[in-house]
């Protein structure tokens, strides 16, 4: 009986050393693509990865809701400039609009304005409609749509499956026993995060677009400067405005060289002056 139970010990000790180093080597092999979860017996229950893609089953809240971006450009010629602006405004307040860029630009030739204006998407037509009957004499109209539906659906159920998988691998990241697998664990959920982020931007930045529309709006005044045709008695009156410009610019640049001129005059008479000595000489 003695000998049975001391068997019995041998037995149960050499089942614990080896369930104690199968949790160490699991601890110190997780591997970034799949970290396996252990039972109170060192068995293999599920992988991190499966335990995030089964407990995350994306459910499709925007199905029924297309996600569409619109965009466009209009243009009007206008005789009035200001009462165009507040049409234009005046419309844009009405549909909970806002202006996000504005310019304008006067010459003597004609005078233009643009505005950049959002406006939420479900009184875009509304509003084109609006400013199309009122702001002035429409020159152009360009609008585009572009369904972004699939990849708004894709992006939402990539970022509920990397949220998931983060939360496990926090839990695992509190059961690492070694330094290597704590690194090896950190370098996984920045990864992870790094991928969350990236997808919430890209989210965040169609949401956007999908939610408010883009219209730009060029208005202008059309070509109203003639250039005279000069008459005889304009020509002449130009003519003796160069002229005397003409002396004006001469009595500038003879008054600028004068120290040319006191060098010339010094020159002659030293000459002078020498040729004499020379005659005296002889």
């Known amino acids: 009986m003695p000998r049975s139970l001391f068997v019995y010990m041998l037995v149960l000790g ?19 693509s799949e970290v396996e979860i252990l039972n109170a017996n060192g068995n293999k229950v599920v992988s991190a990865q499966q335990t995030a893609q089964q407990s995350t089953t994306p459910t499709n809240t925007y199905a029924s809701e297309r996600k569409v971006i619109k965009k466009g450009n209009i243009s009007f010629t206008s005789d009035n400039l200001d009462a165009t602006e507040v049409v234009i405004k005046t419309a844009l307040s009405a549909n909970g609009g806002y202006i996000s860029e504005e ?6 030739y004609n005078a233009s304005r ?48 990397k949220q998931a998988l983060e939360e496990r691998y926090y839990e695992l990241l509190k059961q690492c026993k070694t330094m ?13 995060r790094t991928e969350i982020e990236t997808a ?57 060289i004068w120290p040319l001129f006191i060098f010339v005059v010094l020159g002659w008479y030293g000459y002078r002056f020498i040729k004499r000595k020379m005659v005296m000489i002889k």
């Open 200 to 256: 919430q931007s890209r989210l965040n930045y169609l949401s956007g677009l999908t939610t408010y529309s883009t219209l730009t709006i060029s208005f202008y005044t059309p070509n109203t400067y003639i250039a005279e045709k000069p008459t005889y008695g304009a020509k002449i009156k130009t003519a003796f405005g160069n002229g005397w410009k003409f002396i004006l610019q001469f009595i500038i640049s003879i008054t600028t």
């Open 180 to 192: 290597d697998a704590i690194i090896q664990m950190e370098k996984q959920l920045n990864e992870v």
């Open 103 to 108: 310019t304008s630009n006067e010459s003597d």
């Open 114 to 161: 643009k505005m950049i204006v959002r406006i939420p998407a479900a009184q875009f037509d509304v509003f084109l409609k609006d400013i199309s009957d009122k702001a002035g004499k429409l020159e152009s109209k360009n609008i585009t749509t572009e369904d972004v539906t699939t990849e708004f659906l894709d992006l939402t159920a990539h970022i509920r499956i």
């Open 14 to 32: 050499l089942g614990l050393t080896a369930c104690d180093q199968k949790k160490d080597f699991t601890d110190k092999s997780l591997e970034p």
